[in-house]
């Protein structure tokens, strides 16, 4: 039998079991947020949550992310480099939307010409335990990107949430092998597979928000001189929060940082926001992305135009957080929807 | 001047008037380890620039209250005029700063920093 | 008189007065509120047609400092030509000190503005409720007598209004912008007087250095440095902030506790007998920091050194663009 039953009060036994040798990561609530951490006592562990403020893409890639430090000894130069990079990881307790995201992440991080090791490294060492979306917040719109709430091939063990219990599913050779690890994990019965079925169709028919992607990256192509990006960036107040909560945004900045009089220093990636009046400004001081209305229009163009064009998929995957937390509520839906009318206007138009 | 005693344990660095103390300046001794910042400037009126102490002045008062709202001991940062002919006071002063800074120990705060 | 009925009354009030001056050509445009796409939210809108003004709304959860969008950094508000609109704000007591204030460091040309000056009866704390609700899914949120309704998801309840306010609306004297002839329309205050004994501070004050250390340690490290708090102010207003300099580079941009006690430290500073108490810093923070303390304890600051109340008076120069030969300096160092 491929499909397992994990009961709700057998998780500190699944941790106990696992944290001998993997960095145990699981949703808690610190402070007023529900984040991913580095669990120490299992009973912090919260898994009736929606979704967490800070996606999980920041065990991969932390914001702040030591590359190297180094050391001058007279005329010696000693660097070190980053431990703990064969530390196994398991994320537990991660939705679906997420898990997708390192996909996204890893197209950036591991593909052409440049590949970043540390984070193919920590990638490779991390073992993404999921939980389908029995119910999805109302700014969730996975489907509209090709996703659904229960989505499991990019998990390497699928839980679904069966009230008292999770239905266990291997969907991986890596997670296949860690379920064969757990034996003590019984066998699922016919009705639960088919309770967990029903939970599913239950969760895509909960998403509400519907939005049509399906020609945005030919629609954006053409119009980037369009008028309607100072429409859609009129109320933007510029800060970063849509692309640092983001899962799936990238970019980063790397800065020097040392100690003069100890002779010692590090070498440090840090987050950084295309919405940055700093993120394009060349040394001459001009600003090609000048105000927010060319670096909306790039975050936009960058998610549904670009991306498909190097990677063949959507540059998104449908969490919401950026419509729950924009502070200005500027509503990527909306966007989407006035990004859809252009078309819909022009062939207007030529029917007239 | 006519050589008088003062700890050792302080550093000098000299800028043209009080009114160039860049309060990051402050912060930055603080978050390097320094265990205290005491900033010296002209008496109010005898300014070279006629009113860089006076601005300055005003600028203190406020980093003095937020350094005292963000839990830093109020005496790791001290400041004190003292003119040029002040050698006494200067000394006088510096003893007493660095009996205050004694006093709190060693600045650990920023202990983790670069 | 109940909330919900303040609320309509402004609405209406709102949209009287922008269709008046939209009609009669006296500004171009109007920067006001309109329904968020999601609960606890609103959204700001710009309008320049008459049938749009219906659009315009007012609940207690506007908490967006409309000031902002003015600030010539955001350059939405202009015409093809390039020239500058004439604008209606419309103005809670908040808003209209940012105007003022503005004006007084010359950021802003008052002629080119007309304040619809509104009553505000105080901004909902959105991160209260969220933490009162937990993880539940909000989806509508409503006032009614003194108490506001909340439901979701087999979830009604019904918290006392004012418990939830910003802690800053419920120590605000300034409900209705400070009135300027010419420029004010709509309801405002003539020569507001603020008498302020602080005493919500005074817990905090009494705590030992090492105690507010903590305090405010716990309050901001979870915060990741996407500097919402600084967009959303009406005061940030800088080309190049000071944390973005790199030549030199003055303070780390990594979140260890260090850089973001320095960020806000030094932010605290820029803000000394400016900041206008709107709250927006903490309503728009997506980690849910809290900064009223800090603002708070900048206006106590301002108003017993420098007897200052910045906003008020569009005469009046801040404190930290003035200097008096007679300023206190009772805490610098003197001999024994």
Redesign the interface.
């Known amino acids: 039998m491929e499909q397992k039953v994990l009961k709700k009060d057998q998780i500190v036994k699944l941790y106990n079991d696992l944290v001998k040798d993997y960095n145990f990561y699981a949703p808690i609530k610190?402070?007023?947020?529900?984040i991913f951490g580095k669990i120490t006592n299992p009973e912090d562990i919260?898994l009736?949550?929606?979704n967490s403020?800070?996606p999980p893409k920041e065990i991969l890639f932390p914001?702040?992310d030591i590359l190297f430090e180094y050391k001058i000894n007279g005329k010696e130069i000693e660097i070190e480099e980053p431990k703990k990079l064969d530390e196994k990881n398991i994320i537990f307790g991660i939705r679906p939307c997420d898990a997708h995201s390192f996909i996204l992440l890893m197209n950036f991080f591991s593909q052409g010409e440049f590949k970043d090791e540390i984070i193919m490294n920590r990638r490779e060492n991390t073992t993404l335990i999921g939980i389908g979306c029995n119910?999805p917040?109302?700014?969730c719109f996975c489907t509209s990107i090709e996703g659904n709430p229960f989505q499991k091939e990019d998990m390497d063990i699928f839980l679904v949430d069966l009230q008292d219990k999770y239905l266990v599913e291997g969907i991986s050779d890596k997670g296949k092998k860690l379920i064969k690890r757990l034996s003590w994990l019984t066998d699922a019965t016919n009705a639960d597979i088919e309770m967990a079925q029903e939970l599913g169709k239950k969760a895509e028919e909960a998403i509400v928000t519907k939005i049509d992607l399906k020609n945005i990256d030919k629609i954006l192509d053409p119009n980037f001189d369009h008028q309607i990006w100072?429409e859609v960036?009129?109320?933007c107040?510029?800060?970063?929060?849509c692309s640092?909560?983001c899962p799936t945004c990238t970019c980063f900045?790397v800065?020097d940082?040392?100690?003069p009089n100890e002779n010692r220093?590090?070498r440090?990636r840090?987050w950084d926001?295309c919405q940055?009046?700093?993120y394009t400004l060349h040394t001459s001081g001009h600003n090609p992305r000048n105000?927010?209305?060319e670096r909306v229009r790039n975050r936009i163009l960058h998610k549904f135009c670009y991306y498909p064009e190097n990677y063949g998929m959507l540059g998104c995957v449908g969490c919401g957080r950026c419509?729950?937390?924009c502070?200005?509520?500027?509503?990527l839906?909306?966007i989407i929807e006035k990004i859809n009318k252009i078309e819909q206007k022009k062939e207007e138009k030529v029917t007239v | 001047m006519s050589r008088i005693q003062y700890p050792s344990n302080i550093r000098i660095v000299r800028v043209p008037c009080s009114g160039r103390v860049n309060p990051f300046f402050i912060i930055k001794s603080l978050l390097?380890g320094w265990d205290g910042v005491v900033v010296s400037g002209c008496h109010p009126g005898d300014c070279h620039y006629v009113s860089g102490n006076l601005v300055a002045r005003r600028r203190f008062a406020i980093l003095q209250d937020l350094l005292n709202l963000f839990g830093i001991e109020p005496d790791r940062v001290t400041f004190m005029w003292s003119s040029a002919s002040e050698g006494d006071r200067f000394a006088n002063l510096i003893k007493k700063v660095t009996k205050n800074i004694k006093r709190l120990g060693p600045n650990k705060k920023f202990e983790s920093t670069? | 008189m109940v909330i919900e009925d303040q609320n309509k009354d402004i609405e209406q009030l709102i949209r009287d007065l922008a269709r008046k001056l939209l009609k009669e050509k006296e500004v171009d445009v109007i920067l006001g509120y309109t329904k968020?796409?999601?609960p606890l939210?609103?959204?700001?809108?710009?309008i320049d047609k008459v049938e749009d003004v219906d659009k315009l709304i007012w609940n207690n959860l506007c908490y967006?400092n409309l000031a902002?969008?003015l600030v010539p950094r955001?350059?939405?508000l202009m015409n093809e030509e390039g020239q500058k609109l004439k604008v209606g704000i419309v103005s809670k007591g908040c808003i209209g000190r940012a105007l003022i204030h503005l004006s007084v460091e010359h950021q802003i040309d008052l002629e080119n503005i007309k304040i619809i000056g509104i009553p505000c009866n105080g901004i909902i704390n959105r991160?209260k409720i969220?933490?009162e609700i937990g993880?539940r899914?909000i989806?509508e949120i409503s006032v009614s007598g003194d108490n506001i309704i909340i439901k979701g998801?087999d979830l009604e309840q019904t918290l006392p209004f004012n418990e939830y306010l910003n802690d800053l609306c419920k120590t605000c004297q300034v409900k209705s912008p400070p009135s300027i002839e010419n420029i004010c329309v709509g309801e405002c205050l003539e020569n507001p007087v603020i008498e302020d004994d602080f005493s919500d501070m005074t817990e905090f004050d009494s705590k030992t250095p090492e105690e507010k250390w903590e305090y405010i340690k716990n309050l901001l490290d979870?915060c990741?440095r996407?500097?919402?708090c600084?967009?959303?102010c009406p005061m940030c207003y800088c080309n190049?902030c000071f944390v973005?300099q790199?030549q030199p580079?003055w303070f780390?941009?990594?979140?260890?506790y260090s850089d973001i006690f320095t960020f806000h430290l030094i932010r605290a500073m820029h803000m000394a007998g400016r900041c206008v108490g709107c709250g927006a810093c903490s309503?728009?923070c997506?980690?849910?920091i809290d900064l009223n303390l800090i603002n708070r304890s900048l206006e106590k600051i301002a108003k017993e050194r420098f007897n200052f109340t910045s906003g008020i008076d569009p005469e009046a120069l801040p404190p930290m663009m003035a200097f008096d030969m007679e300023d206190d300096q009772e805490f610098m160092m003197e001999e024994d």
């Open positions: 610190e402070k007023r947020n529900i919260v009736n949550y929606y403020k800070v914001q702040t119910t917040k109302s700014t100072k960036s009129e109320i107040i510029g800060c970063g929060t640092f909560l900045d800065i940082e040392n100690v220093g590090r440090v840090i926001t940055s009046c700093l105000s927010c209305i419509v729950q937390l502070p200005a509520n500027n509503d839906r909306a | 390097r670069w | 968020g796409t999601i939210t609103s959204l700001p809108i710009v967006i902002k969008y955001i350059p939405t991160k969220e933490d993880e899914e989806f998801e979870t990741t996407c500097y919402a600084r967009e959303v190049l973005d790199n580079v780390g941009k990594t979140t260890a309503s728009v997506p980690m849910g």
